[in-house]
Every structure is written in structure tokens, then in C-alpha cells.
T-cell receptor, first 111, second 115 residues
Framework: GDSVTQMQGQVTLSEDDFLFINCTYSTTWYPTLFWYVQYPGEGPQLLLKVTTANNKGISRGFEATYDKGTTSFHLQKASVQESDSAVYYCVLGGYAQGLTFGLGTRVSVFP | EAGVTQSPRYAVLQEGQAVSFWCDPISGHDTLYWYQQPRDQGPQLLVYFRDEAVIDNSQLPSDRFSAVRPKGTNSTLKIQSAKQGDTATYLC?????????????FGPGTRLTVL
């Protein structure tokens, strides 16, 4: 079945540091890939999405690039702020289907 | 526009008790999902509906869990006899009937603790 792997469980940074989270996926079809972000006490919310038609997505200063050859999908941000502290999920999905979430990466940013 | 609403926000039970969770999706969203999120893990799909029809309930523990969406709007997820392993946050999400975007909008969840 479909699967998503996030190897980094926790990332600790200082403000203005560079953030990079890697993700790999496995599926037998053409996926739409998402990054969702979850703040304490809230449900996940969409950060950005990338389809097979375009290899890159950008939102709120975050950028995600999808590589079909290596089945990887990483998220990066050039300069993080304390408000970026949250859990970030790499997610595999498609039209009106359930989403397959990775385990998540907890990002903590300190001033 | 109102987001996805869920109630209750918290529930604490003894093993063997029953509990129901209620979800009101965003108006106009035909697809509704229930996810289970154990502590420090990502959400895992339990069941989803398109209008009132169940599309996939293969991950729903059918002996104790049930879910309905009788009029294609609100939905109820019920645990008949809770176990400690059911301790988790239960998230409801909904989406538009959109081919490309497929963004799911999540509610705040119900945090369940089974003692």
C-alpha cells in the first residue's frame, strides 16, 4: 500500500536558521503530495501541495520540491521564525481519497 | 465561513464504556473523513463518506467502531466498548468535490482518554 517516511522526528533551530525536512513516499499511482502543519490543540492545516504536473510548491515562505525519480518530497524554508514552531507532516493523497500521513517532524524554533 | 466543528472536545472514559463523536463539515463539502491520531503520530484514516455513502471503511475496527452520515451532512463516529488502545485524538475533515486540489479541512479534534 501507500506509505510515507519522514526520518526526522524532531528538529531544533534558532530564528533565521535554514529548515530542511526530507520525506520519501511509495505508491503505485500518480500522487498529489502535500505538506500539512499542525499547531497544538488544532487539526492539521494545508501548508502547500504539489502535483505531478508541477514539481514545486511555494507558500508562506516555505518551498517544497518533488522528485519523481527518487520519490522524495522535501520541505525547506530559508529563514525560520519562532512562529514556525509546529509539527510538519508529509502527506500522500489524491482526489476525494483519504490522506496517508507520515509520522511528522516536530520543529522547535528558539529566539 | 465556518470551519469544521467537532464535539465534544475532550472525553474521558473507563474501559468498556461507549462514546460518540459528532462532526459538522464545511457547508457544500460532499466528502467527509474520520481520522484517528495517536499521541505523537500522524493521523490515520478510519472511514470516509461521499454524501451519505461509505466509500472506504476498511481501517475501521468494525467490531466496536461505527460511523454514519445519514443525510450527507453531519456525521457521528461511535465506539461501542472503548479500550485503552483507543486513546487518541479523533479528527474529522471535509473536502470539496474538486479533482485537482483535494485539500482536506480538519476540525480541532476530540481528545479521548480511556482509563
Amino acid at each position: 500500500g501507500d506509505s510515507v517516511t519522514q526520518m526526522q522526528g524532531q528538529v531544533t533551530l534558532s530564528e533565521d536558521d535554514f529548515l530542511f525536512i526530507n520525506c520519501t513516499y511509495s505508491t503505485t499511482w500518480y500522487p498529489t503530495l502535500f505538506w500539512y502543519v499542525q499547531y497544538p490543540g488544532e487539526g492539521p492545516q494545508l501548508l502547500l501541495k504539489v502535483t505531478t504536473a508541477n514539481n514545486k510548491g511555494i507558500s508562506r515562505g516555505f518551498e517544497a520540491t518533488y522528485d519523481k525519480g527518487t520519490t522524495s518530497f522535501h520541505l525547506q524554508k530559508a529563514s525560520v521564525q519562532e512562529s514556525d514552531s509546529a509539527v510538519y507532516y508529509c502527506v500522500l493523497g489524491g482526489y476525494a481519497q483519504g490522506l496517508t500521513f507520515g509520522l511528522g517532524t516536530r520543529v522547535s524554533v528558539f529566539p | 465561513e465556518a470551519g469544521v466543528t467537532q464535539s465534544p472536545r475532550y472525553a474521558v472514559l473507563q474501559e468498556g464504556q461507549a462514546v460518540s463523536f459528532w462532526c459538522d463539515p464545511i457547508s457544500g463539502h460532499d466528502t467527509l473523513y474520520w481520522y484517528q491520531q495517536p499521541r505523537d503520530q500522524g493521523p490515520q484514516l478510519l472511514v470516509y463518506f461521499r454524501d451519505e455513502a461509505v466509500i472506504d471503511n476498511s481501517q475501521l475496527p468494525s467490531d466496536r467502531f461505527s460511523a454514519v452520515r445519514p443525510k450527507g451532512t453531519n456525521s457521528t463516529l461511535k465506539i461501542q466498548s472503548a479500550k485503552q488502545g483507543d486513546t487518541a485524538t479523533y479528527l474529522c475533515a471535509s473536502s470539496f468535490p474538486d479533482w485537482e486540489y483535494a485539500e482536506q479541512f480538519f476540525g480541532p479534534g476530540t481528545r479521548l482518554t480511556v482509563l
